[in-house]
C-alpha cells in the first residue's frame, strides 16, 4: 500500500496528522523532499502558526516549486488549516512574504470586535457544486480567513464576524492552473492537443494492424485446363481442289492413336486394292489404297 505523504512545513500539528491517518488505516510518511512531494500519489500539506515562517521552510528546501508543480498537474492534495492559506497568493499575517499562489486570494485578519483567534466548533455549509465536502460542524483555532469562494473553485462556508471561506474543492482538471506552475496555459492547450492527437493515431494504428493479422487470404483451387479447352484438330484446306487434305490423315494410323472427339479411337476403314468402289473418301495426301506406295494426289487421285 502506497503511503500518504505528510510535507514537513516547520510549523504544523504533523503528530495530529499523522495519527488520524494511522486511525484510517493509513501508512504516512513525513518528508521535506521536493522529488516525493512531486511524486506522491496522495499528499497532505498542513500547517500551524506563521504564514511568513512556513513560506520560507517550503522555499528553502524546494517544497514550494514542487506543490506549484503538483497542483498544476492537478494531483491530489489535502491542505489543513494553515496550509489551505498557503495556497494563497498572500496573507495580510505575513506582508511582503508570497504564497504559493496557485489560489487567487488573500488571507486577512477577522475584523474588529471579533473574537480572535477563533476557537471551538462552528458550522460549515458546502456551495452545491462541492463533490467531497459535506454540511457538518467542524473546530476552527484561526485568526486569518479568506472573505470569498475564488472564480473556478467550489467550497464551503461558515460564519464568524462575516461569511469566511472554510474549505476550497477543485476535482477538475483546469488548463488555467498551469500557469501558477510557471508554464504557458495556451502552449499546455496546444501540447494535450497533440498529446490526444498522437494517442488517436497510434490507437489508429493498432486498430488496423489488429485487423490486418486477422485476415486470411483464400486461394481457389487450379481449374483442370485440360477439361476446359476443346479438342483441338489440324485442317488444310487445297487451295484448288477445296478439299480439306487432313480430313482421312488419320486413316492411316493405327486404331489406338486414330483420333476423333474427346481422342475416341476411329474405326479401321476396309478398303480392297483391286476396287476403288471400297476405297471411300481417301485423303490427296494418303497413301494410295492400290498398294503403290505413292500419294493418292500423285496416283489414283490425279485422275479425279
Request: hydrophobic share 40%; net charge negative; with cysteine.
Amino acid at each position: 500500500m502506497n503511503p500518504v505523504v505528510v510535507v514537513r512545513t516547520g510549523s504544523a500539528n504533523l503528530a495530529s496528522v499523522v495519527a488520524s491517518l494511522e486511525r484510517l488505516d493509513e501508512r504516512a510518511v513525513v518528508t521535506d523532499d521536493p522529488g516525493l512531494v512531486r511524486s506522491a500519489g496522495l499528499l497532505v500539506l498542513p500547517g500551524v502558526g506563521s504564514f511568513g515562517a512556513a513560506m520560507r521552510r517550503l522555499e528553502s528546501s524546494g517544497c514550494a516549486q514542487a506543490l506549484r508543480e503538483r497542483i498544476a498537474e492537478a494531483r491530489p492534495l489535502l491542505a489543513i488549516c494553515l496550509g489551505l492559506q498557503l495556497l494563497l497568493e498572500e496573507s495580510e499575517e505575513s506582508q511582503g512574504v508570497g504564497g504559493l499562489g496557485v489560489v487567487q486570494g488573500r488571507a486577512e485578519r477577522f475584523g474588529p470586535g471579533v473574537r480572535v483567534p477563533q476557537m471551538g466548533w462552528n458550522f460549515v455549509a458546502p456551495t452545491p457544486g462541492c463533490g467531497l465536502i459535506e454540511a457538518a460542524s467542524m473546530y476552527f483555532a484561526n485568526s486569518y480567513r479568506l472573505r470569498e469562494i475564488p472564480v473556478g473553485w467550489e467550497g464551503a462556508t461558515s460564519e464568524h464576524g462575516g461569511t469566511f471561506v472554510a474549505a476550497l474543492e477543485h476535482l477538475r482538471q483546469v488548463i488555467g492552473l498551469r500557469g501558477y506552475g510557471q508554464r504557458d496555459p495556451l502552449n499546455e492547450y496546444k501540447s494535450e492537443a497533440f498529446q490526444l492527437f498522437e494517442t488517436m493515431i497510434a490507437n489508429l494504428r493498432e486498430g488496423v494492424t489488429a485487423q490486418l493479422m486477422r485476415v486470411e487470404v483464400v486461394q481457389a483451387p487450379p481449374e483442370d485446363q485440360a477439361a476446359q479447352l476443346p479438342y483441338m484438330e489440324a485442317h488444310k484446306i487445297d487451295p484448288f481442289t477445296g478439299e480439306d487434305e487432313m480430313a482421312y490423315a488419320d486413316a492411316t494410323l493405327s486404331p489406338a492413336l486414330a483420333g476423333g472427339n474427346g481422342g475416341a479411337p476411329r474405326a479401321a476403314v476396309a478398303r480392297d486394292p483391286n476396287n476403288p468402289a471400297t476405297w471411300g473418301k481417301v485423303g490427296r495426301n494418303e497413301a494410295c489404297p492400290c498398294g503403290s506406295g505413292k500419294k493418292y494426289k500423285h496416283c489414283h487421285g490425279r485422275f479425279g
